[in-house]
């Protein structure tokens, strides 16, 4: 069987893959209309209620609905995963997979039941309560940043780009503008049941791809033959040091507010710690999936474009029909992570950043996704459309500057003053900017400024509490 190093979406497509790929579009947009069906009728003059119905679901989700929309949200940069496992192998399974896991597992047994006393509505919201109104008010800032969808919205732009042949930047725009209006029309809810239709399909996708890749050309004997060593080891050529950094923003799951978000809006801290360790099981089997499908890719089409190699590999191995569903899997993988982010990152533009007088106001959160939708698409430029490089430039920043806080925060409670909060966070911001942008040689080039970020916090940490000891 001959393979291509490009497809064309119009011929390789028949009928029965379009008939399938709108079919699961339709039911996706029919399970939103559903949701909002299903939604109590709340009074126009209770605002509190209706606002935290917008945000939260009311704190309505159900074991079921907490597993779908955590599992869906995770996995919308499927073309950064698949490439990084394209060109490293189970690298790709250790950094965006493994470190993971350990932080999923973190989360469900220690930090859970400490954040339903809260009963906070946002991240920043829960840092307010924990330490003070400053330091709730910069970390809405880190995370405003951290949550702005820009590899998402790359993603899709990547989708519908391969699809019409138009340019990136009209394919973000499109993409981006179908996404802001369901997510304004349903709020949450409507993530949350696009969410349940999207977790199957994504997750069958993967699945079908891995399991007629092994039919066509058998198990793991084939990738060994055919694949470079480095594909099989934990570092795929990398050094320790830098595939550790991996880990340590693995841990920014910790002050992530989209897991924060579902945390909030379960029904109680049973079914979050129940749902979150049902999803790493699904989200390991998932990963397994995407790793070893893009690895088939390199082995069968090695020169074909890293960043698109793993859908035009799916396509020509999948039977009719089959396309259809893989395809509108890979599209739902995107969708469901890029409405969460897209949501989030609204919330915080418009409840944590805004003025009080202003907070609450539904139609601010309108402007406030509409606002992110723009910048989002803006800074998809910026970074010129490299997924990966979004990923570790956020996630340093959040890891280095606001994990450790946090943490801290969870293990001695009331120990961490407002004050000493933003003075470590910033201290942590300062020291990651300067690192990456001065000239390094000989040793200390290979620290990256995600340590350098983590030390600087730390120090941060322990010597205002200190001076605060000595004027004491």
């Not at 109104?133 to 790359?154: C, M």
């Not at 915080?348 to 406030?368: A, E, N, R």
Request: charged residues 15%; glycine residues 8%.
């Amino acid at each position: 069987m001959k393979f291509d190093l490009e497809v064309n979406y119009k011929t390789i497509l028949n009928s029965t893959d379009w008939y399938v790929f709108f079919g699961i579009l339709v039911l996706t947009i029919a399970a939103v209309i559903y949701g909002q069906y299903l939604k109590k009728k709340i009074k126009s003059e209770e605002k509190e209620i209706a606002f935290l119905d917008l945000l939260l679901m009311g704190r309505r989700l159900t074991l079921p609905m907490f597993i779908a929309t955590l599992v869906a949200t995770w996995y919308g940069g499927i073309f950064g995963v698949t490439k990084i496992a394209f060109e490293q192998g189970i690298f790709n399974f250790i950094t965006q997979g493994f470190f993971w896991y350990i932080t999923y597992i973190i989360f469900a047994f220690f930090i859970t039941h400490k954040v339903a006393k809260y009963k906070a509505i946002t991240l920043p919201d829960l840092v307010e309560k924990m330490f003070g109104p400053k330091a709730g008010k910069l970390s809405a800032v880190f995370n405003f940043f951290n949550v702005l969808p820009i590899a998402y919205v790359i993603s899709i732009g990547l989708i519908i780009q391969a699809f019409f042949g138009i340019t990136l930047l009209q394919s973000m725009i499109i993409g981006v503008m179908i996404v802001v209006l369901y997510t304004i029309y349903g709020g949450f809810r409507a993530i949350v049941f696009s969410d349940i239709i999207q977790f199957f399909v994504m997750c069958l996708g993967v699945f079908l791809v891995l399991f007629f890749s092994v039919k066509l050309f058998g198990g793991i004997e084939f990738l060994k033959a055919n694949l470079p060593s480095s594909h099989f080891t934990l570092t795929g050529g990398q050094g320790i040091a830098s595939t550790l950094v991996w880990g340590f923003i693995a841990l920014s799951t910790l002050v992530d507010p989209n897991f924060y978000q579902r945390i909030f809006a379960a029904k109680n801290p049973k079914v979050a710690k129940r749902g979150i360790i049902f999803a790493t099981i699904i989200w390991i089997l998932f990963d397994i999936c995407t790793t070893a499908g893009a690895m088939y890719a390199k082995a069968v089409i090695p020169e074909a474009a890293s960043d698109k190699a793993y859908l035009i590999y799916a396509l020509q191995i999948l039977p009719n029909g089959v396309r259809g569903l893989v395809l509108a899997g890979i599209l739902a993988t995107i969708l469901s992570t890029l409405d969460s982010y897209l949501f989030i990152a609204g919330n915080t533009l418009s409840y944590d950043l805004m003025p009080k007088k202003l907070k609450g106001k539904i139609y601010i959160h309108y402007l406030g996704i509409i606002a992110v939708a723009i910048l989002a698409v803006v800074l998809a430029i910026v970074f010129n459309g490299n997924i990966k490089l979004v990923w570790k430039t956020l996630g340093s920043y959040s890891a280095s500057c606001l994990l450790l806080p946090v943490l801290y925060g969870y293990i001695f409670p009331g120990r961490i003053t407002d004050s000493q909060f933003v003075f470590a966070s910033i201290l942590g911001v300062i020291t990651v900017s300067v690192w990456r942008n001065i000239n390094l040689s000989g040793f200390w080039q290979n620290i990256d400024e995600l340590y350098m970020g983590v030390l600087a916090t730390s120090i941060g940490l322990i010597s205002y509490s200190l001076i605060l000891k000595r004027r004491k």
